[in-house]
């Protein structure tokens, strides 16, 4: 065992603090230089307030010791995440709104390109239609071939029982051509089947000449004109030969309006078929006219000729412009 021996200590004490065998204490501090080695500290002694932040470099931090719970929310900026690490998965579902795509122009689709990348199908012109352009190629805005196409203008559904059917304003410059399409019409009784062309001033009520050339029964023939009337008359009359079996939806047809918005002359040409109420014969009518005026027609109006005869609620009538005909 080592004993201290007597006087074996070299002591000095002065202003600077006790000297010890060569190390300075003072103020229960020990001042001397290289003295503190790292071999005489122990794990213990070294605090979290013993090392400056200057101290704390990149080679004295672990790898494993940088856990997510080390990492602050405002630490992750934009610039820390590399653009490969910017995956699909981590990318939530709805999460790409409007306000994150590209600005792109006005009036661009997106498709998808043969390739299966997404590409912008450029903006058509006014009155174009997107149009397929076959398998391997985007959709591509174009022109309407002349002629042939009905675009539906208005539709008029009929409610209780009236006896005119109105839809108001439907014809306009767009279309030269107009066809007004009839499906399960019904009178309640009595015959006849009328058509009147007017503005938003009213309805012509004179002048219309028209003829009918119809058949009906076992090959008798209908046929009829006037001229000078307060109507067109669809049918031919209103005599039990040309009442419509009010049991059955069992009239159809169309009505050719032809330049009704461009102040010339208006030509009407009608094609109509109806079950006749007393013999159930098939009857038809082939019919022309025209309102023999100059006026710039925008609506129609259809009606029921005698005060006991309504339109009922299978009434559907349609409206449609003829595209560059």
């Not at 003829?211 to 008798?220: C, E, F, I, L, P």
Request: aromatic share 6%; hydrophobic share 35%.
């Amino acid at each position: 065992m080592s004993k201290l021996q007597v006087d074996s200590i070299d002591e000095v004490t002065s202003a600077n603090g006790v000297t010890v065998d060569g190390l300075n204490i003072k103020d229960s501090k020990l001042t001397t230089a290289n003295s503190v080695v790292t071999t005489n500290i122990t794990d213990a002694n070294v605090t979290t307030a013993k090392i400056t932040d200057a101290n704390v470099t990149t080679a004295k931090i672990a790898d494993a010791n940088v856990t997510t719970a080390k990492i602050t929310d405002a630490n992750v900026t934009t610039a820390k995440i590399a653009d490969v690490n910017v995956t699909e998965g981590k990318i939530a579902d709805n999460a790409i709104t409007l306000a994150k795509m590209a600005s792109g122009t006005d009036g661009n689709i997106i498709s998808y390109d043969a390739s299966g990348n997404p590409v912008a199908v450029a903006t058509g012109n006014d009155g174009q239609v997107l149009t397929s352009t076959g398998a391997g190629s985007p959709p591509a805005f174009e022109t309407l071939p002349a002629g042939g196409s009905w675009v539906l203008v208005n539709t008029q559904t009929v409610s209780g029982t009236p006896t005119t059917i109105e839809p108001g304003a439907v014809f306009s410059a767009t279309y030269d051509t107009y066809v007004v399409v009839i499906r399960r019409y019904n009178n309640a009784s009595g015959g006849g089947f009328q058509l009147q062309l007017g503005t938003s001033g009213g309805y012509t009520t004179s002048g219309y000449r028209w003829n009918v050339d119809g058949g009906g029964g076992t090959g008798s023939a209908l046929n009829s004109g006037v001229a000078g009337s307060s109507i067109i008359d669809l049918l031919g009359g209103t005599s039990s030969t040309y009442h419509v079996n009010s049991s059955q939806d069992c009239l159809s047809g169309v009505i050719w309006i032809h330049n009704p918005f461009n102040s010339g002359r208006t030509s009407i040409h009608a094609e109509l078929s109806w079950e006749n109420a007393t013999d159930l014969d098939a009857h038809i009518a082939n019919v022309g006219g025209h309102p023999n005026t100059n006026t710039q027609y925008d609506r129609w109006k259809l009606i029921c000729p005698s005060s006991s005869q309504t339109f009922e609620a299978t009434t559907i009538i349609q409206t449609f412009g003829v595209v560059n005909a």
